[in-house]
């Protein structure tokens, strides 16, 4: 139970630097995956209403066999991964580690632990 | 002297936000805050590190993107991160009794913070955080940049005609900090850009001289941008001997040039020099077979031989070449009342072609290529595809305020009003008229020796060719291969430098644009400026190209060395005895060169008259040995 507690920091824009925690009244529980959405509208467990760039629906992030994945919803201006040189545009479902930097429409943000 | 504390710095950060729409104050506002300040701890540290301040502020825009006009809150509220910034600069101030916030504090902030946005910047910029912050710790605010006076002496070679300004002095000086004296030994000839290339001898205290180098100076942006890709592209695909880029690049707050350092890896020989020298000394003869004995081989193994198949359209590698598409007078980007055409991905030319002076077009998400904050224009291009296609349909807009708008390299612009100023077929057109044509250059075909006696005027007949495909093969090239990059070293090896351009693309263009030099350099410096005389070059030309070798006597030796250029041609064409493949390297690269004013007259004209005979026989499909030798019957034509 104690995995399921997890930190999303925001890493741009107006709330850069904010770290939004979340535990298992959060998200949802579809088999044996635990889920947080990320986007634009109200109901997301991550709400990025000041992003324009960001769609309804835009991302969602998976704990599913002890790590962690990130899923684009066939967002309109896409979901990134930092990389050197050019940043890579996510398709599907994609494994992420903690701390590796992801961007949905222009907001970056990253897992952390929570203590 | 004054510190400039917190007050003045929120003042520049708060600017930036508006500039980019954010209307919040980040981390990287008050970073931008801090290089905003002349002279300033932040700018001047990382000069030190080889970036200037408008490269990182680039850089850093690129990473947040500009906001929407359209506002979603009241006031403009710190960000978390700001708060946990300000906090510890805040801490620093009461430790060293400060009553504000200054430079340094602030700067120390940010780097100890280490999670924000500028800090994520400098770090892919690989600047050395540590050494930043120990240097911000010790360095006194007041401090002059370190500037020692070093003596700048001049060789035997320098053309005494050419005077270094005060800022390239200046830069010079602090590219060679620690010795006592340098003696700039030559100016390199520079190729059709404003790079500066000189050799430099670097002497110490003891009087000893350490060897020579090649020193590049153009603008920052420029340099900065080689440095970057010398990393990513160049190091290493370079054979094992030769020259490399030392160290960072130098840069100067007194001015917008920096400067890089190429070192020799042979040894200590100074008499590094370029092809544009040696060919004078060595011959014509010779200087073909060195051309395809050294320079093609040592090169082709890591470059132009390692060859795939890459079928490709031609604008996509060689619109770039030309002038823009449209040269625009910015309007804003705010809605137009009146329905007015959109240029946009994918780009129709037909229909740009059509527009004429005054028409108000916009232009949707464009890519910002280059921006000129002195004279306040900035060139954009459709920045998707192949390195070349990026820079393709490059679109001018003139008029700008660029201290209320924040337009930087990298940036989308997804929106913007112009009235059109100039199109390309009229850049074109003034360009051939200021050849001071003895022909209707307006015409559909122009007049040239022989039979046929007319050639189609290159101005109209080019655009056909951009939509073409070409079955041709592609590697890494220098990309901007001439006389004046090409350095012939110790024992007559093989040096490039200027790696500017350098990526992989079409493997013909690096040896059309080498023939191009050969024929402005050494043909037609040989045989004169006059009409007259370009056409007699161009026949000899269409001899070469008809592979029959007629026409090509004493009294044209000096067409030797494009021989030899033809001889490795064939040797990297992609289906063999297939021209049309190099003809279309040759027709786009002259268009270009008749275009630049850094050309002398009859190189020009030729060009021209280049550019006509390679479309002619484009359009005809007379490519191959024999089957075009229509201009080589020698019945001059009068005028």
Same mark, same amino acid.
């Given at each position: ?105 222009r ?9 | ?85 300000l ?55 007041t401090?002059a ?49 404003a790079?500066?290339i ?36 160049v ?57 395809r ?65 005054g ?43 660029? *201290? ?8 989308t !612009?997804? =929106?913007?009003? +112009?009235?059109? $100023? #100039? @199109?390309?077929? %009229? ?30 005027n ?11 495909y ?42 059309? *644009? ?6 402005n350099?050494? !043909?037609? =410096?040989?045989? +004169?400026?006059? $009409? #007259? @005389?370009?056409? %007699? ?12 070798g ?72 007379? *490519?191959?040995?024999?089957?075009f ?11």
């Amino acid at each position: 139970m104690e995995d399921k507690y997890v930190g999303i920091m925001l890493m741009s824009g107006v709330d850069d630097g904010l770290l939004l925690t979340f535990d298992d009244d959060a998200g949802s529980q579809n088999g044996d995956a635990w889920t947080l959405s990320i986007g634009r509208k109200e109901d997301n467990d991550v709400c990025l209403r000041n992003d324009t760039y960001s769609s309804r629906y835009h991302a969602k992030i998976h704990w599913r066999g002890e790590s962690w994945w990130l899923e684009d919803c066939e967002s309109k201006n896409g979901t990134f991964i930092e990389d050197s040189v050019d940043d890579q545009r996510v398709t599907g479902t994609i494994p992420l580690s903690d701390g590796q930097l992801f961007r949905v429409g222009r907001t970056w943000m990253r897992i952390q632990p929570v203590d | 002297m004054a510190t400039i504390g917190l007050r003045d710095i929120l003042i520049n950060a708060r600017q930036e936000s508006f500039r980019m729409n954010h209307y919040y104050l980040g981390v990287e506002h008050l970073f931008i805050g801090l290089l905003d300040i002349q002279g300033g701890l932040t700018g001047t540290l990382l000069e030190e590190q080889g970036l200037t301040p408008q490269y990182v502020v680039d850089a850093i825009r690129r990473l947040t993107g500009k906001g929407n006009r359209q506002r979603l809150w009241a006031g403009v509220p710190d960000t978390p991160r700001t708060k946990v910034v300000l906090s510890i600069a805040n801490d620093l101030a009461l430790e060293a009794s400060r009553p504000e916030i200054d430079e340094r504090d602030l700067l120390l902030a940010i780097l100890e913070e280490s999670d924000s946005i500028p800090v994520r910047v400098l770090r892919k910029l690989e600047v050395n955080i540590k050494r930043l912050k120990e240097e911000a710790h010790t360095r006194a605010l007041t401090d002059a940049p370190v500037q020692s006076y070093i003596k700048i002496d001049f060789g035997t070679d320098f053309d005494g005609t050419f005077a270094l300004t005060e800022q390239t002095l200046f830069l010079l000086r602090r590219m060679f900090h620690g010795y006592n004296q340098i003696r700039i030994e030559r100016r390199l000839m520079g190729g059709y850009t404003a790079a500066l290339i000189l050799v430099v001898t670097p002497v110490g205290a003891d009087r000893m001289e350490d060897a020579a180098v090649v020193v590049k100076i153009d603008t920052a942006d420029i340099v900065l941008d080689e440095a970057q890709r010398y990393e990513q592209h160049v190091k290493n695909s370079l054979p094992p001997l030769t020259a490399r880029l030392e160290d960072k690049p130098t840069t100067s707050e007194t001015s917008d040039l920096a400067g890089l350092k190429y070192t020799f890896v042979a040894g200590t020989d100074n008499n590094a020099q370029d092809l544009r020298t040696v060919a004078q000394k060595i011959g014509v003869d010779n200087l073909g077979e060195w051309l395809r004995r050294e320079l093609y081989p040592y090169f082709g193994k890591t470059w132009w031989q390692q060859r795939r198949e890459f079928s490709f359209q031609v604008w996509t590698e060689y619109d770039w070449l030309l002038p823009p598409l449209l040269t625009l007078e910015y309007i804003g980007d705010e809605e137009s009342s009146a329905p007015v055409s959109a240029i946009k991905e994918p780009v129709k030319r037909n229909r740009i072609n059509d527009l004429h002076y005054g028409d108000v077009v916009t232009v949707e998400g464009f890519i910002v290529q280059r921006v000129n904050r002195e004279k306040n224009w900035m060139q954009l291009a459709i920045g998707k595809g192949s390195e070349a296609a990026k820079r393709a349909y490059k679109i001018q807009v003139r008029g700008l305020n660029l *201290s209320r708008d924040a337009f930087y390299r990298g940036e989308t !612009v997804d =929106k913007l009003l +112009g009235r059109v $100023w #100039q @199109t390309r077929e %009229e850049a074109l057109l003034r360009a051939v008229s200021s050849l001071e044509p003895d022909f209707d250059y307006r015409a559909a075909s122009i007049p040239v020796l022989g039979r046929p006696d007319t050639l189609p005027n290159p101005i109209y007949a080019y655009d056909d060719l951009l939509d073409r495909y070409v079955n041709g093969s592609f590697s890494k090239i220098h990309g901007d291969l001439h006389l004046g990059n090409i350095l012939v070293g110790p024992n007559s090896s093989a040096f490039l430098i200027d790696f500017a351009q350098t990526r992989d693309g079409h493997t013909l263009f690096d040896w059309a *644009s080498l023939e191009i030099s050969l024929l402005n350099d050494i !043909v037609m =410096k040989a045989a +004169g400026d006059s $009409w #007259q @005389t370009a056409r %007699e070059v161009l026949r000899l030309i269409a001899a070469l190209n008809a592979g029959t070798g007629t026409g090509i006597t004493a009294a044209s030796a000096s067409m030797h060395p494009v021989s030899a250029i033809r001889e490795i041609v064939r040797e990297c064409l992609a289906v063999p005895d297939q021209w049309d493949e190099y003809y279309i390297a040759l027709a786009m690269a002259s268009m270009r060169a008749f275009t630049w004013d850094t050309m002398s007259v009859g190189g020009r004209r030729l060009m021209y008259l280049l550019a006509a005979l390679t479309i002619h026989a484009l359009q005809h499909k007379l *490519s191959g040995a024999g089957s075009f030798d229509t201009l080589s019957t020698d019945q001059p034509q009068e005028e």
